[in-house]
């Protein structure tokens, strides 16, 4: 008897147990780097003294630093 109670107990807690908390995004994509890829370029990150810097390597050839592609294009 004392089994079936320690066994019953054990099934209880065990759906007691808490689930992961299911890890969020950290915050928004870079939307320069966003638009380099819609536009099917390839990222490239340097470090550079100034800090990292992306660059896009875009289809056709040309490598453009990805916020001047960005600013460049969206002023059309």
Request: with cysteine.
């Given at each position: ?22 890890e969020?995004?950290?915050?928004m ?13 390839k ?34």
């Amino acid at each position: 008897m004392k089994a079936l109670i320690g066994a019953a107990l054990l099934t209880l807690l065990a759906g007691c147990s808490t689930q992961p908390t299911p890890e969020k995004p950290l915050g928004m994509a870079n939307p320069a780097s966003v638009y380099c890829v819609e536009q099917g370029g390839k990222l490239e990150l340097r470090d550079e003294p100034a800090g990292v810097t992306g660059y896009c390597h875009l289809p056709d050839g040309r490598v453009v630093e990805e916020w001047t592609l960005y600013h460049a294009e969206q002023g059309k």
